[in-house]
C-alpha cells in the first residue's frame, strides 16, 4: 500500500495521473509501482520550475579560459617516465576502470545493448570484445588485471551480464569484473506530467554519465574500491572501439602532474566539430560544448598560434578516488534534455512518438570535472584513439570505426 509520505508527494507535485490505473493492478503489480515511488527523487520535478531561472544567469556571468594540454610531442619525449609511473601504480593495483555501457544499440538499428553489436566483417567481432582486447594490452604490458566495474542500465543489465558470461569474458579474469547498475530518473511530458511506461511502472531512464560514481556508492563497491587500494578509477564510454583504457602514460602523467583529474582529448578536426572542448570556467576546469563557443573563443589563438580552444573530450577520464568521495555529496547541475520518449496515454494505449513529446533529467561527467580543482589534459592521436559507433551511417558510424579499426591492425 503506498504510504501517506508518498501519496502527499504526489498530490503535492500534481501527478495524480500516474495512478489513474493503481486500481486496476494485481498486488505484484501494485508493490512494484509501490517501490518505484518511494524510491523517486520529486525533487527533479522542481528543475522544471527553474529552468530559465538562477541557472541561466549563472551560465552569463561564466568566464572562459583556454586550459593548457600536454601535447602529444611533450608526451612521446617524457614517454618512458609516465610509462613507469603508470605501470608501477597497475601492479599495485592502484588504478579502476570503468564502463559506461548503460545504452542501447538504437541509433544503430539493434535493440540490445550497444556493447554487444558485432563490428565484425567476416568474423564475429563485439564492441565488448574490443574494449576488453584493449584492456588486455595493458594486462600483457604490466603483468597485473585492472579491476573493471561495468555500468549497466535496468533495461541491459540482464543481457549484458548473460552476454560477457556466454563469451567467458572474452579472455578477461572475471574475479576482476564488477557490474552495476545505474541510478534511474523519471520521464515527463511538456506539461511536467511524469509518463508511465506501463500501467504499474513510470518511465525511467538512466540518469546521465554523470550519474556513474553515485551509482557505484549506492551498489555498495565503494568499500570494495577502498579495500583493493583503487585510488583512481579511469571513466571511458561503450561506443569508442579504440579507447584506450587504464595506458599506463595517460596514469603515469596524470599522477605527476598532481592534478586529481585528466582527461584524454583529440585535436579538433575541424572547427565546427560537434565536440566539446576542456577550458578554464570560473578558474576550474571545464568542458564547454561546441554550440557555446562564442566567435572570439574559435578566433582565438595560443602562442603557437594554433585555436585555443582546440581539445575536444573523448569522454575518457582519469579521476582520484579521493576527490571523487569529497565532491560525493555535491548536487550535480540537473540537464533537461528534450526526448521521444514511448508511453500509455490515458486508455492505457502504448504511444510510441515519431517526434520528441518531453523530457529526461540527466547529470553529466563534465560537471563532475568542473568541481575538481584542476585537471590534466592529455592529448592522443586522433586516428589511434578515436573511433566512436554513435551512428549506423555517415559520421561516427559504423562503417568509419571499422576503417580506423583496420588501420589500426585489427582483423575484422
Known sequence: MLSDQVREKVNKYGQQQIMRFYDELSDNEKAVFEEELENLDFSLLDVLDQRNGAGQEDDNASVYEPLEALKTDEIMERYAEFESEGIDAIKKCKVGAVLLAGGQGTRLGFDKPKGMFNIGETKELYIFECLINNLMDVVNRSGAY???FIMTSDKNDKDTREFFAEHDY???DRDFVYFFIQDMAPSVDYNGKLLLEEKYKLSLSPNGNGGWFSSMVRAGLLDKITSMGVEWLNVFAVDNVLQKMADPVFVGATIRSGKPSGSKVVRKAFPEERVGVMCRENGKPSIVEYYELTEEMKNRKDDCGEPAYNYGVILNYLLKVESLVDILNEQLPVHIVEKKI?????????IAPAEPNG?????????MIHLLDDCLVFEVFRNREFAPVKNKEGVDSIETARTLLKENGVEL
Open 146 to 148: 585492472i579491476p573493471l
Open 170 to 172: 572474452f579472455g578477461y
Open 342 to 350: 514511448p508511453y500509455l496515454d490515458e486508455n492505457g494505449n502504448k
Open 359 to 367: 523530457y529526461k533529467f540527466e547529470e553529466l561527467i563534465l560537471d
